[in-house]
């Protein structure tokens, strides 16, 4: 289903990274065939829960001060000692729990339970990253060409955030950076997408990405941004140069930053199924510890690869 070379160098990081990663889901055979997989490859250390192979939460010893901490988060919105401690015993809320108190490094579910339910939790329990106004995602899209040598390159937000503002769009394009280098090896060059290019449109729209590419330059000034920038210009070197001739990223961009989650859907499903890219994803970032989501239509081999990646996450 994924490009062979790309998720081997993913595995190659994960090895080399070997994180702790709970998976609530331990009832269903795929999370139970992918995780030991998983660990038979090397690529992390699986706490399944429930099921024959997982741990019965009901007895966990980590009960009393998971419990605590949750009531500790969400007393002041309203949640009693009680629904604490009811809350916690279910798997998804005991898994997230685990993460945000350092019992495990990342979580992956989804096979079971909604993407709704799944995000929600995350970022209810384990929260956001210091600074990040919102969670976005991202996709790792693999390219072939006619000589069928391969790229992979990154598509921002393209699942999460509806309507970015300037601020929320340099929040995506600087995590969607840090991820395709740790994911990919690559040193990250940003295009911010739009429909004009340096200015050759004037509109709301495309002030608003030129904004964020200056807030992405004031703040990170190690990574390269362009923008704003029409895809052909970001994507095409020979486009680029001639479009944008002052821009830092000329046709050579391998981060590209969607201006709004409806342009970033359609973008990725179009370079999926007319393109024949191979995308990866949805996976979430902007959060303080990993946590990933899966489709309820996964199979074993997904959960492996998408643990391997939710391993990448983790930040040291």
């Known amino acids: 289903m994924i490009n062979s070379d790309t998720m081997q160098a993913i595995y190659e990081r994960a090895r080399q990274r070997r994180r702790h990663i709970v998976l609530p889901e331990g009832n269903d055979p795929r999370i139970v065939e992918g995780a030991n997989k998983a660990v038979e490859l090397g690529l992390a250390d699986v706490t399944l829960l429930g099921g024959s192979e997982g741990i019965d ?115 995506i394009a600087i995590a969607s950076a840090d991820n395709h280098r740790a994911f990919t090896g690559e040193t990250p060059r940003i295009g911010m997408l739009s429909f004009s290019t340096i200015g050759s449109a004037n509109h709301d729209a495309a002030a608003k990405v030129a904004r964020a590419a200056h807030f992405v330059r004031e703040r990170r000034p190690d990574l390269t941004v362009g923008g704003e920038l029409q895809f052909d210009a970001a994507f095409v070197p020979s486009v680029g140069s001639s479009k944008a001739p002052g821009s830092p990223v000329q046709g050579d961009a391998n981060v590209f930053v969607f201006p709004s989650l409806e342009a970033g859907n359609i973008g990725y499903k179009i370079a999926q199924r007319i393109g024949g890219a191979k995308a990866i994803g949805p996976i979430l970032q902007g959060l303080a510890k990993p946590a990933n989501d899966l489709s309820r239509g996964c199979s074993a081999q997904d959960v492996t690869d998408m643990i391997a990646m939710t391993v990448v996450q983790v930040v040291d």
């Not at 002041?76 to 401690?85: F, L, P, V, Y």
Request: overall charge negative; charged content about 20%; proline content about 3%.
């Open 57 to 171: 939460i009901s007895s966990s010893d980590l009960i009393p001060g998971l419990q605590s901490a949750l009531y500790k988060l969400r007393g002041k919105k309203g949640m009693t000692e009680q629904q604490a401690g009811e809350a916690v015993l279910e798997p998804l809320t005991f898994a997230a729990m685990m993460v945000a108190r350092g019992h495990a490094d990342g979580t992956l579910a989804g096979a079971v339970h909604t993407t709704g339910d799944t995000v929600r939790t995350a970022f209810q329990l384990i929260g956001r990253a210091d600074g990040v106004r919102s969670v976005s995602s991202f996709f790792l899209m693999v390219l072939s060409n006619v000589e069928g040598e391969q790229r992979t390159v990154t598509f921002a937000d393209c699942a999460l955030t509806i309507e970015p503002d300037a601020e929320q769009l340099a929040q």
